[in-house]
């Protein structure tokens, strides 16, 4: 089951914030957070495991609502860097294959 | 550490030829998985291997597709005859453990285009 992630796309001015959403209708066991930037491969940002606390680094965190299944990434006072696609992968809680399945990306452009 | 490596970057085939890929997954990672991204899309699973054997490959064409991870590192994917719709980006990714916790580190993918 796809995860659903919202909004699809988002413009930013250096310097504001920007929260990105991945919903699953699924009971949900981790979510990972990558940012791929464009002919690149995706880059690991973080994970959150149901049962865990908010993440984060830097001006970058997530966190993880058990009851909505839904995971938000939080971007500060955004940089040029933050630009790329963001794409959040989900793992069932059930079974045992320890897979990702990815949303569509939400594309953020960071202007000076 | 190095990171994951693929080859080719980039290929382009006719139509119901074949092609393979490689990847070279980072030392030591039992975990190897193949992802087909579609432009505008996130990456697909498309088979996960644990050391040379495989998890799940419940999404993969296997009609057309086969991959194989011979003495549990490296990998290749090959599509034969390829269609249209198999233009996309075949990424590679590995990770140290089969467990939830653990990084799956991407490797910069093969670019297919399918004429």
């Known amino acids: 089951q796809q995860p659903v992630q919202s909004p699809q796309a988002v413009i930013l001015r250096e310097g504001e914030d920007a929260v990105i959403n991945c919903s699953s209708s699924?009971?949900?066991?981790?979510v990972h957070w990558y940012r791929q930037k464009h002919g690149e491969a995706p880059i690991f940002l973080m994970i959150l495991l149901k049962g865990g606390e908010q993440k984060g680094h830097d001006k970058i965190s997530a966190s993880f609502n058990e009851k909505k299944q839904q995971s938000s990434l939080y971007l500060t006072a955004s940089q040029l860097s933050y630009s790329g696609t963001y794409f959040c992968g989900t793992e069932m809680d059930q079974g045992s294959a320890r897979q990702l399945t990815f949303g569509s990306g939400t594309q953020l452009t960071v202007l000076p | 550490e190095a990171g994951v490596a693929q080859s080719p970057r980039y290929k382009i085939i006719e139509k119901r030829q074949s092609v393979a890929f490689w990847c070279n997954p980072i030392?030591?990672?039992?975990?190897l998985y193949w992802y087909q991204q579609i432009l505008g899309q996130g990456p697909k699973l498309l088979i996960q291997?644990?050391?040379?054997?495989?998890?799940?490959d419940s999404q993969l064409p296997k009609d057309r597709f086969s991959a194989e991870r011979l003495k549990g590192v490296d990998s290749t994917l090959k599509i034969q005859p390829a269609k249209l719709e198999d233009s996309a980006v075949y990424l590679c990714?590995?990770?140290?453990?089969?467990?939830?916790?653990?990084?799956?580190?991407f490797g910069p993918g093969t670019r297919l285009l399918v004429l």
């Open positions: 030392s030591g990672h039992a975990t």
């Open positions: 990714a590995s990770s140290l453990l089969f467990d939830s916790q653990e990084t799956q580190y």
């Open positions: 699924k009971a949900l066991y981790s």
């Open positions: 291997f644990q050391n040379n054997g495989v998890v799940d």
